[in-house]
């Protein structure tokens, strides 16, 4: 059983960055961050596999950075340059394999805010 508490979500200015943190548990999954803008879908923001490896959604290639801290059990994704357009609720995500599809994570956490404003 995988238990995932978001945290570090909030309002910030177009440009501005913001960290947030995941606690997991540090078993062998990959884990993922998703967002949901308002009236819209599920998708794929990042993800880390138990080797260290990373993919990112092209729209936020080169602006976020996801990573893990194994000794914390933290997952991270830091944001930067926010566009209006990252505005969404955040999730992070555990499942046996990596994927920008929700349907193959079993662990999800509550959410969290992030609201990017101009």
């Known amino acids: 059983q995988e238990r995932l508490v978001e945290s570090g979500g909030g309002s910030v200015q177009v440009g501005g960055s913001l960290r947030l943190s995941c606690a997991v548990s540090?078993?062998?999954?990959?884990y993922g961050w998703f967002r949901q803008p308002p009236g819209k879908g599920r998708e794929g923001v990042a993800s880390?596999?138990?080797?260290?490896?990373?993919t990112y959604a092209l729209s936020v290639k080169g602006r976020f950075n996801i990573s893990q801290d194994k000794d914390k059990n933290i997952l991270y994704l830091q944001m930067n340059s926010l566009k209006l357009e990252d505005t969404a609720m955040y999730y992070c995500a555990a499942g046996p394999l990596c994927s920008s599809s929700p349907r193959l994570y079993n662990y999800w956490g509550q959410g969290t805010q992030v609201t990017v404003s101009s």
């Open positions: 880390i596999d138990s080797d260290g490896d990373t």
């Open positions: 540090g078993s062998r999954y990959c």
